[in-house]
């Protein structure tokens, strides 16, 4: 199993787990996640955006304002970190 097929199943994980993980727990996985996701996507070739409607900037909202986010929040935020390292590495595993 590769680290990121490692990432993406601690992502799904910590999904199903929301209620049971503290706040440094939850605020850790989201923060991997963007660096994750910003060093793929520069693999990838996708220039870096820094406007609202880039969905990386709503898992930096979301882990900044980690105490006032709902379980099913979290769980959101979580599932979809976890998609879109998935997608990216199914481009970069076609890529090469």
């Given at each position: 199993?590769?680290?990121?097929?490692?990432f993406i199943s601690e992502l799904v994980w910590a999904a199903n787990q929301a209620d049971h993980?503290?706040?440094?727990?939850?605020?850790?996985?989201?923060?991997?996640?963007?660096?994750?996701?910003?060093?793929?996507?520069?693999?990838?070739?996708?220039a870096a955006s820094e406007t609202e409607a880039d969905p990386v900037i709503d898992l930096q909202?979301?882990?900044?304002?980690?105490e006032r986010q709902t379980g099913d929040q979290m769980r959101e935020a979580l599932l979809d970190a976890a998609?879109?390292?998935?997608?990216?590495?199914?481009?970069?595993?076609?890529?090469?």
């Open positions: 199993m590769s680290l990121t097929t490692a993980l503290t706040a440094f727990e939850k605020r850790r996985l989201l923060d991997r996640a963007v660096v994750t996701i910003r060093e793929m996507r520069e693999q990838v070739g996708i909202t979301t882990a900044a304002g980690i998609n879109m390292i998935r997608t990216l590495r199914i481009i970069l595993d076609e890529t090469e």
